[in-house]
C-alpha cells in the first residue's frame, strides 16, 4: 500500500513514523515546501527503517508528481492551533492550504482515500466536499478517533484499570459540542451510565474536551502523537473492518444532508462502506440536536 502524508512538521512526520513502527505501509511519500525539514525527515525516518529492518521505500519531497499511485492521501499541512485560539479561526486560512494541496493531488491520483488530520477537521471536510475534487465517499476526517482514545484514558484513570477493560462511543464535532455515548460506553461489560453520577461523567466530559488544550497549554504547540497514533488505527481498520469513530460526509443520515459529522463508521480503500447505527437515549438525542441547530445543519 502507497500512502502520501502532506506536510512534515510534528503531526505528519509522526503519522510517518508510527506507520514505520506499524508496518502498515510499503511506500511513504512525504510532501513539504520546507526543504531543509524534509532532508531532516529523510535521515530520521530512513534510519527508523533501518534500524527495523523493513522493507519501505521513502521518499521526502516536494514534488506532487511522487504521490501518484497513492493509495491513501493524509493531510497533515497547514497552521496548529495556538494556546487560546478556537478551531474556528483556524478555519480560513487552513482551507487556503487544504485546497491549494488537494488540487495539486487531483493532478496525479484520481480519488484516493483522503484523510484529513488538520483542524478544525470537520468544517475542512466540509469545504472540501463544496469544491468536489473527490468522490464523498471517499473523503473523511480522522478527530473521533483521538476523541474517544481520550474519553477511555479519562474512564480509565477514574476506575484505575486497563484501557482494554473500557469500550467507548462518541458522536459529533471535534470541538467542545462532541456527544460522549455514556449509554454505549461500558467498563467490564457494564454501562458507565450505571457505575457514574452526573456529577462524576459531567467531568470526565470536561477532561475529554479539554484534552487537546491542556496539551498546548504544556507543549505551546498542538498535539500530535496521540494524532498520528489515531490516524493510524483508521488506517488499520481498513484492514480489520472495524467501525470507529470519524468525520465522514453524511447523505441524510441523522437529518444531516451533504455536510461532515462524526459518526461510526467502517471504511476500506474505496472509502466509507457502512455506518453503525446507534439508539441514542433522551440526553444524548437532545445534545445531538443542539450541537446540530448550533451549526445550522438542521433547523429548530
Known sequence: MKITIIG???????VAYAMILRNVASELVLID???????ARDLELGQSIA???????LTCTSEYDECAGSDIVIFCAGLARKDGQSRD???Q????????????????VNDPLFIILT??????????FEHNIFDSKKIIAMAGTLDNARFKYELAKKFECNTKDIDTKLLGFHNDDMVLLKSHSLYK???????LDEEEFDDIENEVKTGGAKVIKHLKTSAYLAPAVACIRMVEAIRTGEFLPMSVILHGEFGIENKAFGVLARINLNGVIELL????????KNKLKKSLQKYNYIKD
Not at 492550504?97 to 488537494?102: E, F, P, R, Y
Not at 446507534?278 to 444524548?284: N, P, T, V
Open 8 to 14: 512534515a512538521g510534528n503531526v505528519g512526520s509522526s
Open 33 to 39: 515546501r520546507n526543504e531543509t525539514l524534509l532532508l
Open 51 to 57: 534500524a527495523l529492518n523493513l522493507n519501505i521505500k
Open 89 to 91: 479561526e483556524l478555519l
Open 93 to 108: 486560512v487552513n482551507a487556503d492550504i487544504m485546497l491549494n494541496c488537494a488540487k495539486k493531488v487531483k493532478v496525479f
Open 119 to 128: 483542524n478544525p477537521v470537520d468544517f475542512l471536510l466540509n469545504t472540501l
Open 189 to 195: 461489560g457494564q454501562k458507565i451510565s450505571e457505575l
Open 277 to 284: 447505527s446507534l439508539e441514542l437515549d433522551e440526553e444524548e
